[in-house]
């Protein structure tokens, strides 16, 4: 309503989009780390930030392959259809992001241990990538704690890289012309 009535866009002219999904590796297989293996994994900078004292020994954060068909069967369908239903709702139209990822999951490509404060010079964030999406590790070495006032490194985890967002905004094109 206050896009319509401030910016006094018609309703049919406003794009919801729905969440892509970053769960495939680039052989379409779900992504997803063995539980309880391997500390050092895509998600390991979140661990990092967290006082060693509040830490059990065997605790780590990880996504695991049934997390993540939890995710895929019940989650992201779940999201996806009430963003429908409120754009529906609204007038507005849904932008679907089936595809946008397909195969570029968090899993997918190099960088997936978090690098030492000596090789970090050797990561390339806006360099192409097999991911179109930011992992925990990702985003530490993309914003450095501190270093624009954040209080952690991991803002951004699980969002599109460039890649990804280049591909939502594709899908959103679409649905616009």
Request: proline content about 6%.
């Amino acid at each position: 309503m206050a896009l319509t009535k401030l910016l006094q866009v018609e309703p049919e002219k406003i794009v919801a989009n729905e969440y892509p999904n970053s769960l495939h590796d680039m052989g379409g297989k779900l992504c997803g780390n063995p539980p309880h293996k391997n500390y050092n994994n895509a998600w390991y900078a979140a661990r990092t930030l967290i006082p060693r004292a509040l830490v059990p020994v065997e605790w780590e954060i990880n996504l695991t392959e049934d997390e993540a068909k939890t995710v895929n069967r019940a989650v992201l369908p779940a999201l996806n259809k009430a963003i429908e239903d409120s754009a529906a709702e609204l007038r507005w139209t849904a932008a679907s992001m089936d595809g946008v990822m397909n195969r570029k999951g968090w899993c997918t490509g190099d960088a997936q241990t978090l690098l030492s404060p000596k090789d970090a010079h050797s990561w390339h964030p806006y360099a192409n990538n097999t991911r179109a999406i930011r992992t925990g590790n990702d985003s530490f070495l993309t914003q450095w704690p501190g270093d624009t006032g954040r209080q952690d490194g991991i803002d951004g985890t699980f969002h599109p890289n460039g890649q990804g967002y280049a591909g939502m905004a594709d899908a959103v094109l679409k649905v616009l012309h």
